[in-house]
Nanobody, 120 residues
Framework: QVQLVESGGGLVQAGGSLRLSCVVSGSIFKIYTMGWYRQAPGKQRELVAAITSGGITNYADSVKGRFAISRDNAKNTVYLQMNSLKPEDTAVYYC??????????????WGQGTQVTVSS
């Protein structure tokens, strides 16, 4: 069984910063891409940022230059540093990880979500 536990969400004023963390635990064989998605009320879930096992990153245009994704492979943890936050960043943020639990296929796993609210 695999678990993803997110932390770091909260309420912040516009221009402020937050750091999200997602710890992956359980029967893990290999972790591939780790990423963060977000879903605002009435909108579809969208990719915010992702990082491959080799450290290659990808960002949504709306967060480039403000957010930074990183990972600690020894701790099975992915981070999202969010700076210069805007009210439009308000959403539930979800951690997503692609991994294998053995020699079988790769599956996607999701965290429970953490609320980020940016006040104007």
């Amino acid at each position: 069984q695999v678990q993803l536990v997110e932390s770091g969400g909260g309420l912040v004023q516009a221009g402020g910063s937050l750091r999200l963390s997602c710890v992956v635990s359980g029967s893990i064989f290999k972790i591939y891409t780790m990423g963060w998605y977000r879903q605002a009320p009435g909108k579809q879930r969208e990719l915010v940022a992702a990082i491959t096992s080799g450290g290659i990153t990808n960002y949504a245009d709306s967060v480039k230059g403000r957010f930074a994704i990183s990972r600690d492979n020894a701790k099975n943890t992915v981070y999202l540093q969010m700076n210069s936050l805007k009210p439009e960043d308000t959403a539930v943020y979800y951690c997503n990880v692609a991994l294998t639990t053995g020699w079988g296929p790769k599956y996607d796993y999701w965290g429970q979500g953490t609320q980020v609210t940016v006040s104007s």
